[in-house]
C-alpha cells in the first residue's frame, strides 16, 4: 500500500497489468459530459437566499479621478428552497457588493442588501443615514456572520468571449434568449452564439428585496 504521502503526486502506470487495483465506479452512459446544467430558472425570482462572504473577502478600493477610496466585497447567496430540490443549496455568487455611493440616489450596493436585510428581519432596523464605509461593511460582515436572510431576483447572463473586447463587452441576457429543453419545462443553459461560440448561461443577482412570509 503507498503511504498517503505518495498518492498525492501522480505516476505512470501500465493500465494492462493485472495487479493495478481501481477502484470500482458508476458512471451515466447516456449523460453528456460536455453540457453544464442551466442556472436556477428565473421563474423562481425571488429567491430566498442565505447570506455568507466571498472567499476574496473585502478589499479597499481606490476611488476615481480622487474620489475617496470604498469598501468592496464579493458575497455568496446559497438559495433556499426546501421544497425544490434542483435549486436548494445552489449557491449564487455576487463579485462586487460596494459601499461606493452614487452621487444621484446616495446609495450603494451594501446599503441595498443591508435595506434588504432589515425589511426582510421587520424588525425595523434602518441603515444609518451618517456612516462611514467601515461602518456599512462592518454592518453587512454581521449579516455574512449570521448567514441572514433576504431575497434576490436573478437573471442568465452569458458572456461572449470571442465578441468581447476591451473595450466592449459582449454579453446575452435572459432566459428566455435561450433554446428550450427537450421536455419545455425550462432552457438550455448553452447556446451558439451568432458568431458561432458556444456560451454558457450564468445567474447574475440584479437586485436584493426584502421577504415576507
Ligand atoms: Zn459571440
Not at 461560440?197 to 450564468?202: D, V
Request: aromatic residues 8%.
Amino acid at each position: 500500500m503507498p503511504t498517503e504521502e505518495e498518492v498525492k503526486s501522480p505516476t505512470a502506470v501500465d493500465i494492462f497489468d493485472q495487479s493495478l487495483a481501481t477502484e470500482e465506479i458508476e458512471v451515466n452512459p447516456d449523460g453528456n459530459a460536455f453540457s453544464f446544467p442551466p442556472p436556477p430558472p428565473e421563474s423562481g425570482n425571488p429567491y430566498r437566499v442565505k447570506l455568507s462572504r466571498g472567499d476574496k473577502g473585502w478589499q479597499n478600493w481606490p476611488g476615481k479621478n480622487g474620489k475617496p477610496s470604498y469598501l468592496v466585497t464579493d458575497l455568496k447567496a446559497t438559495i433556499v428552497t426546501p421544497d425544490n430540490e434542483t435549486t436548494d443549496g445552489k449557491v449564487l455568487f455576487d463579485n462586487f457588493v460596494s459601499t461606493m455611493v452614487m452621487q444621484q440616489t446616495r446609495t450603494s450596493r451594501v446599503q441595498g442588501v443591508l435595506k434588504a436585510v432589515y425589511d426582510t428581519r421587520g424588525q425595523g432596523e434602518k441603515v444609518p443615514q451618517h456612516t462611514s464605509h467601515r461602518e456599512l461593511a462592518q454592518l453587512l460582515q454581521a449579516e455574512f456572520d449570521k448567514e441572514s436572510e433576504v431575497g434576490v431576483w436573478i437573471q442568465w447572463e452569458a458572456y461572449c468571449e470571442a465578441d468581447s473586447t476591451p473595450e466592449k463587452r459582449v454579453v446575452v441576457r435572459g432566459e428566455k434568449r435561450f433554446p428550450q429543453n427537450a421536455d419545455k419545462t425550462g432552457h438550455l443553459g448553452e447556446m451558439e452564439h451568432t458568431c458561432g461560440s458556444t456560451i454558457a448561461a450564468q445567474a447574475k443577482i440584479t437586485r436584493y428585496v426584502p421577504l415576507t412570509t
